[in-house]
């Protein structure tokens, strides 16, 4: 069983930045791909941003893109999201969820985490 502890939301003007952390327990998360996903008031869950086990390979929505990045670091057992230049459209709760191939090319998503806001002034 894996726990998902994100951290590092808050409040932040427009333009400035964050730095979100995902913080796993109960068992090392290196072999699980790590995506953030988050989710406005009256919005459906969106994906942010992805990266693989290793962290070679990254993908972003096109809405972040150029302006989060995306890290890990396995010995800490810890995913990142470094968040710039942000926009009001950027307040939501944050949401880290681990990714687990299942054959066939699919995933599916094992474990979750509580989320952190993150509230974006204008």
């Known amino acids: 069983q894996v726990q998902l502890v994100e951290s590092g939301g808050g409040l932040v003007q427009a333009g400035g930045s964050l730095r979100l952390s995902c913080v796993a327990s109960?068992?090392?998360?290196?072999?699980?791909?790590m995506d953030w996903f988050r989710q406005a008031p009256g919005k459906e869950r969106e994906f942010v941003a992805a990266?693989?086990?290793?962290?070679?390979?990254?993908n972003y929505a096109d809405s972040v893109k150029g302006r989060f990045t995306i890290s890990r670091d396995n010995a800490k057992n810890t995913v990142y999201l470094q968040m710039n230049s942000l926009k009001a459209e950027d307040t939501a709760v944050y949401y880290c969820?681990?990714?687990?191939?299942?054959?066939?090319?699919?995933?599916?998503?094992?474990?979750w985490g509580q989320g952190t806001q993150v509230t974006v002034s204008s």
């Open positions: 969820a681990a990714r687990k191939g299942v054959g066939g090319g699919k995933y599916e998503y094992a474990y």
């Open positions: 109960g068992r090392t998360i290196s072999m699980y791909g």
């Open positions: 990266i693989n086990w290793s962290g070679g390979t990254t």
